[in-house]
């Protein structure tokens, strides 16, 4: 009877990782990538609300089965709660974008932006606002670093 007990126990913790969790996507557009960085290529843009399972993770990141997909997701794109759509329920003008969680998530909110702006007035925050808007292929940005002789230092290092 130990032996039997002993074995359940054995295949319960083995079928543990091969479990997928189901996750769903809360940001406007969650960005599916070939490796665990924001450097990493965009494989799929995934929208709001699709429900991915997730396969394992590195980190702040998961990777996840999507449709025919499957890539790295930072985890601050992802819930553990369904989202559930209603009729009319399609507005999503004030939904986060999957860069505006990882700005909170090192503390720049809103609040914080209003307060650099009143302190810096000066500034023309224009050009700020207009380099969030350049996106460049990773291969680009790494020729930058390189070019600069800049240091890439990976999130879990942080």
């Known amino acids: 009877m130990k032996r039997l007990w002993i074995v359940g126990i054995t295949l319960i913790a083995l079928q543990g990782p091969v479990l997928a969790t189901v996750m769903s996507v809360q940001v406007r557009e969650g960005e599916l990538r070939n490796r665990a960085s924001f450097l990493g290529a965009v494989v799929a843009v995934l929208p709001y609300g699709e429900q991915v ?21 930072h985890q601050t794109a992802l819930t553990r709660e369904r989202i ?27 609040e914080v932006e209003g307060k650099f702006r009143r302190q810096y007035s000066e500034i023309d925050f224009r050009w700020v606002d207009y380099m969030g808007t350049l996106r460049k292929q990773p291969s680009e940005l790494m020729a930058f670093l390189r070019e600069g002789q800049l240091m ?7």
């Open 152 to 158: 890439v230092v990976r999130e879990e290092d942080e």
């Open 53 to 73: 399972q997730v396969q394992r993770e590195q980190g702040p990141w998961r990777y996840v089965e999507w449709r025919d997909e499957t890539g790295w997701i």
């Open 84 to 110: 559930v759509w209603e009729a009319g329920d399609r507005d999503l003008s004030g939904a986060a974008t999957q860069d505006e969680l990882a700005l909170a998530g090192r503390g720049f909110s809103a």
